[in-house]
């Protein structure tokens, strides 16, 4: 059974905004990569410490590698759309999930945006219910806050929160 895509998507600005972020993670991975090699060196490890940092430096090449095509693949992927009754999401790379969440069963909806986000003019927003919480992880700021305001509507919230 095939399901159709949803006609929302996140924002063009996902993707630079997402490879800044792993970009930080993969190059603070690196820096402690050349640590270890150094302390390798400087304090004689035994051979298996050895083939440990190796082994550590070649996982973190293949996830460097994976972080840069990953936020291609995360923006085809995601989707949502917004009705009065149900807010539907669906996202996966290798495992595609759409979720279903009843606006009677929303309790809160909250934004964030990091300082990343932020220079991108980018916000997330977390919808929680009893038992779950799902995330639009970036739309535009005005997009993020108008949705914001129509999912507390029709959940029928009375504050939202920032």
């Given amino acids: 059974m095939e399901h159709l895509a949803l006609e929302n998507k996140l924002s063009p600005a996902f993707f630079k905004a997402r490879l800044i972020s792993e970009s930080i993670g993969n190059v603070i991975g690196f820096i402690i990569l050349i640590g270890l090699f150094w302390m390798k060196g400087y304090f004689n490890w035994p051979e298996w410490a050895d083939w440990l940092v190796i082994g550590a ?27 009065r009754e149900f807010l539907q999401i669906s996202h996966g790379v290798l495992k595609k999930e759409w979720v279903t969440v009843p606006m009677t069963k929303v309790q809160s909806v909250t934004t964030s945006q990091g300082p990343i986000m932020k220079a991108y003019q980018l916000r997330g927003i977390k919808v929680e219910t ?33």
């Fill in 57 to 83: 430096f070649v996982i973190h090449c293949i996830g460097t590698f994976w972080s840069f095509i990953e936020p291609k693949f995360l923006y085809q992927s995601w989707g949502y759309q917004l009705d």
């Fill in 130 to 162: 009893m038992g779950s919480s799902h995330s639009i992880p970036a739309l535009d700021e005005q997009v993020a806050l108008e949705l914001r305001e129509r999912l507390a509507e029709y959940a029928k919230l009375k504050d939202v929160e920032e």
